[in-house]
């Protein structure tokens, strides 16, 4: 049955290669091989296996690598990310401050309660991420960070009970006083309108929905929230669109924005005295941050590629020459914007319909 479950899979990843939870698909597949061969007596299970005490005599504890897989989506290192390190994004910024950075520091003034659900959509590349660890900084909560791959786990029938057990952790950390963001990170690939859904994925989205009703409706003033972030609203089930009740567009950067980062991603940078950054942020309108941090880096590596290519790099004592404006001016001609105008309409259209600042 493992080894027909393995096919069924890896004919799944062929019909459809580009559903978004394939890579979740193969992981199976391969844990499912693995099962096959520990039933054939070639290992045994890491999942069933239980400690044993020096008698040999089973002491009732699992090993540590049979631990709920949920407890390793809690990062160790909370994310160090100041608010003056997100560039730009004033509205995205404020609409996050008014809906989980205010409630935190005086809950008394918010009779009426918060938000608990924050939807960050748009633009691949534009901060969507960096803003979710920036507000879990700012107000020292639990950072959370999930994604379909990660919460889909390798056994049937585990995945709902990590999401139980996670929010169950969360509730607890509230209780005792600690504020806890949950982070989803391609939300579509997770909670997406699919035609070819299979019954594990629909339970998982049923826990989610339970889960988020259960903090949005009897939260008692927990300091619990939900922050999705998607390049595709639109894929999004109706169901979980409501449960946001902040659903807040990152757009891709204006020129001001742009030249904020043109002076961030070139701060380290050895510049000629011709480059004008505020042609820079002209020259690459319609880029969205990481495009702009791509063109700066790409520009470095031909600057250090020239210089090796001449030889001169043997000289421990010399030095490459600065970046020109020409070199700039070179790697924008050779790059396009990673997000085009038609998606650009796509997020603008959806946007009109379904915001929520």
């Known amino acids: 049955m493992y080894q027909k479950a393995i096919e069924s899979l890896l004919q799944l990843t062929q019909l459809y290669p580009e559903y978004g ?12 091989q693995e099962r096959i061969k520990a039933l054939q007596g070639a290992i045994m299970p890491t999942e ?72 960050l959509f748009g633009p691949p590349g534009c901060g969507k991420t960096l803003l979710a660890a920036a507000v879990a900084t700012e107000i020292e ?11 889909m786990s390798k056994w049937l029938g585990e995945a709902e009970q990590n999401v139980a057990k996670l929010f169950g952790s969360i509730r607890k950390s509230a209780v005792e006083g600690k504020a806890s ?15 070819n859904e299979v019954g594990g994925e629909i339970r998982v989205r049923n826990q989610f929905l339970k889960e988020m009703d259960g903090i949005v409706d009897k939260g008692k003033n927990l300091h619990i929230y939900v922050i999705g972030a998607t390049n595709k609203p ?6 979980f669109i409501r449960r946001f009740q902040k659903r807040i567009l990152v757009p ?19 510049l000629d005295p011709n480059v004008d950054l505020h042609e820079l942020a002209r020259l690459s309108e319609g880029f969205s941050g990481s495009d702009i941090r791509d063109v700066c880096q790409s520009a470095q590596l031909k600057l250090i590629g020239e210089f090796f290519e001449t030889g001169q790099a043997n000289n421990k004592q010399a030095k490459p020459r600065s970046l020109t404006m020409d070199d700039f001016k070179q790697t924008l001609e050779e790059r396009k914007p990673s997000v085009s105008l038609d998606m650009l309409s796509l997020y603008n259209r959806w946007f009109d319909a379904f915001k929520a600042l």
């Open 21 to 32: 939870l394939n890579r979740v698909y193969i992981q199976r597949a391969i844990a499912y």
């Open 48 to 119: 069933s296996r239980v400690a044993e005490n020096s008698n040999g005599e089973p002491t009732g504890k699992t090993t540590e690598s049979s631990k709920s897989s949920y407890e390793e989506l809690i990062m160790a290192e909370k994310p160090n990310v100041k608010w003056d390190e997100v560039v730009g994004l004033d509205t995205a910024k404020k609409a996050v401050k008014e809906a989980i950075v205010y409630p935190v520091q005086r809950p008394d003034l918010f009779p009426l309660g918060w938000p608990r659900g924050i939807l």
């Open 181 to 195: 963001i949950v982070f989803i990170d391609e939300l579509d690939s997770l909670m997406g309108k699919h035609s």
């Open 234 to 239: 639109w894929d999004l089930d109706w169901a």
């Open 141 to 151: 909560a639990t950072f959370v960070s999930i994604d379909a791959a990660s919460i």
């Open 252 to 270: 891709l950067p204006d020129h001001h924005t742009r030249l904020m980062m043109c002076k961030l991603y070139t701060g380290h940078l050895q």
